[in-house]
Structures are given as C-alpha cells and as structure tokens.
C-alpha cells in the first residue's frame, strides 16, 4: 500500500512541478533585460529588473483595462449565476411540455464550436452601435448552456422534501427558488461563479473583435496588443501578464474548496 500511495505521489508532484514551471519561468523573464530573456540558451537567474513592472503602466492604459476587465468578468459571472440558475431550476424541478426536447435542444449548443457565433454576435453588435463599448463585452457572455447543464445537474442532487414543505406552507416556484434551493445550492453555485469569471478573465478573441480602443480593451487584449510583428519585448510582456493573473490566482484560492466541492456533487444524478 506504501509503495502504490509513492508511486500515486510522485505522480502528483511531478504533475504539479510541470503545471508550476510555466509560472515560474513568467517570474523569472519579467526580471530580466530584453537582451537577456532572448538569450541562447536562456539564463536561469532573474536580473532584478523591477522596472518592467513600471514599463507596463507607461506602455498600456492599464489602469482602464483592468476596469474593462473587471466590469466584464463581473458582470458575465452574475448574470450567468442568475439566469443559468433560472434555467436550470425550471429544467430540474419544474413539469412542463416538451420539457426534455428543450433540455436537448439546449445541450445541442454545447456541441458547436463557439467561433461559429463570432460573425453573428459581431453583426448584431454592430447594429446596435455599441461597438467599442462594455455591454458590448457583457451581453453575448451573460448566459451558457453550461452553466444551465452544470447547476441542473447540481439541482437534481437536492432534496426535495425543503421544497414539498415550502409548498404545502403557500410558496410558489419563484419564492422556493429563493429562498429554499439557491441556499442550498451555493457550492454549485460557486462552482459555475468561479468557471465563469476565470473564462472571462482570459477571454481575448471576442474582446479584439469588437473593441478595437486600447481604452475600451479588456487586459488579454491588451496585452496581446504588445506583441509586436517583428520584436517583442517578453519581460515587459510577463510582468504585464503576471499582474493580470494575480487577482484571479487570489479569488481561486479563497474559494477553490467550494469549486471542488460544487464540480463533485453536480455529477450524482443524471
């Protein structure tokens, strides 16, 4: 048994050596010259050099794109948290006609490839003017059907005698929803918050497509901004892209026992 649990262990450390080295390597190329970091074969040491940091405020509007970013992110993670769990309540509690056939429907999207929608979300951004402007960056991202298929999952796994008790004392679909299953259903919520806000975080296409403003850019799109066509500076480009990752590296680690515990128990019905 000690041997099998090693052998599970080294597994794990050698997995989590692999998934940290990118990171530290980031850290490690923001503290270096320009010369130095495009050097062969690389140095391993950092050289110090803080002020890549400061460049990065002087280079990019930094302060309006992490707003940007922050404002969007925010705003897709509690609609999606709204109206995916509205959905996912009627798919997972309420009776009604063509019930399952919508469900289906619904899943169908998953099975699409999300650049397919580009063109069109492009086109109706366009004709409502709001090119180059935040709901341009929230609308398309306030709903899922992932968020819907996750939190049905999550719904089924409730029990259901908290809400036959509700009803028999008066209240309605909207007040059990409420007030009974979106208590009890805070870790999946979580779960979905968490998925949602780092998606939106990282998300770069959708953003240079429809803000093409450097003040009206998410950070992702900001910082693919400073990649050149013929010379990129990578120190500056990892100090950037370090401080975008931090507050999502924060949020995730306060709240990654409730993401667990929610991507666990969404699975047990089906």
Not at 38 to 56: A, F, I, M, Q
Not at 122 to 143: D, E, K, R, T
Not at 214 to 230: D, E, I, R, V
Not at 253 to 263: K, P, S, V
Request: aromatic content about 12%.
């Amino acid at each position: 048994m000690r041997k099998k649990n090693t052998g599970v262990h080294t597994i794990l450390v050698a997995s989590a050596l692999a998934m940290v080295a990118p990171f530290v390597w980031q850290i490690i190329t923001s503290l270096k010259s320009l010369s130095n970091a495009t050097k062969v074969p690389p140095s391993l040491l950092p050289e110090g050099r803080w002020d890549n940091y400061s460049k990065v405020f002087d280079v990019l509007p930094f302060g309006h794109q992490f707003l940007n970013t922050v404002l969007m992110a925010g705003l897709r993670t509690i609609g999606q948290v709204l109206f995916c769990s509205m959905a996912a309540y009627a798919f997972a509690r309420l009776r009604f006609p063509g019930r399952n056939v919508l469900f289906g429907i619904l899943l169908s999207v998953l099975m699409v490839p999300p650049q397919l929608f580009i063109i069109p979300q492009y086109q109706i951004m366009s004709s409502l003017g709001w090119l180059n402007s935040l709901q341009a960056l929230v609308v398309p991202g306030l709903f899922s059907a992932f968020g819907v298929f996750l939190l049905r999952q999550f719904f089924l796994g409730l029990p259901r005698e908290l809400e036959e008790a509700a009803a028999i004392d008066g209240a309605g679909p909207v007040r059990i929803y409420w007030s009974i299953v979106l208590p009890l259903a805070r870790p999946g919520l979580v779960a979905l918050a968490l998925l949602v806000l780092l998606w939106s975080w990282n998300d770069l296409f959708w953003p240079l497509v429809v803000n093409t403003d450097p003040g009206k850019m998410t950070l992702s799109a900001g910082l693919a901004s400073l990649q050149g066509q013929f010379q990129t500076d990578y120190p500056v480009l990892m100090a950037g892209s370090l401080l975008a990752s931090l507050p999502i590296i924060a949020i995730f680690t306060l709240l990654q026992r409730q993401f667990i515990q929610g991507i666990a128990t969404s699975g047990i019905k089906g």
